[in-house]
C-alpha cells in the first residue's frame, strides 16, 4: 500500500536510499520510514502508526454520481483516519475501462474524473488492494 500511496517513482528511490543508507547494517522500521519519508517528501508518520504499529483497520463509506461530464466520488471514513490508497474502477458502454488510484488522507475525500462516454459502473476496491471495511452510501 505504500508503494501506491507514494508511487513507483518515489517508493523506489526510498528503497534504494534505505540499502545504501542501511547495508550491511543493523535497520529497522524507523529507518525504513526515514528513507521514504526523505525520497517522497511526505510525513509518513500517521502511515506507519496505522499500518505498522496498530492493530485496527479503516472504515470507509463511499459513494459515487455523476455530475454534468464529471464522475464524483466521495469517500469517508470513521474513527480513526488512515492514508489508504483506493482504486475506482470505470466502466464506459463501449466497454473501456479506467482506472484511477485515489489517496484517501483525510476524514472526507471528494474525487473527480472527466469521463467521455456513457458511464455503466463505477466501482471501488474492486482488486482489492486497499485492506478496509468498505461500505457504499
Known amino acids: 500500500m505504500l508503494r ?3 508511487g513507483d517513482e518515489a517508493f523506489f528511490r526510498g528503497l534504494r536510499r534505505f ?8 535497520a529497522g522500521t524507523d529507518d525504513f520510514e526515514r528513507a521514504m519519508e526523505t525520497e517522497s517528501g511526505r510525513t509518513l ?20 454520481s455523476v455530475e454534468g461530464q464529471e464522475v ?11 492514508d489508504v490508497p483506493v482504486t475506482v474502477t470505470m466502466t464506459f458502454n463501449d466497454r473501456h475501462v479506467a482506472e484511477e488510484v485515489v489517496s484517501l488522507t483525510e476524514a472526507v475525500v471528494e474525487w473527480r474524473f472527466p469521463i467521455v462516454g456513457t458511464l455503466r459502473t463505477v466501482t471501488v476496491n ?12
Do not use: C, N, T
Not at 126 to 137: H, M, P
Open 126 to 137: 474492486a482488486d482489492q488492494a486497499a485492506l478496509g471495511d468498505f461500505d457504499r452510501k
Open 45 to 64: 508518520d500517521r502511515f506507519f502508526e496505522r499500518w505498522i504499529y496498530g492493530s485496527s483497520l479503516p472504515h470507509i463509506r463511499y459513494s459515487s
Open 4 to 6: 501506491r500511496l507514494l
Open 19 to 26: 540499502y545504501a543508507d542501511r547495508r550491511y547494517q543493523k
Open 72 to 82: 464524483v466520488v466521495r469517500f469517508e471514513q470513521s474513527g480513526e483516519i488512515f
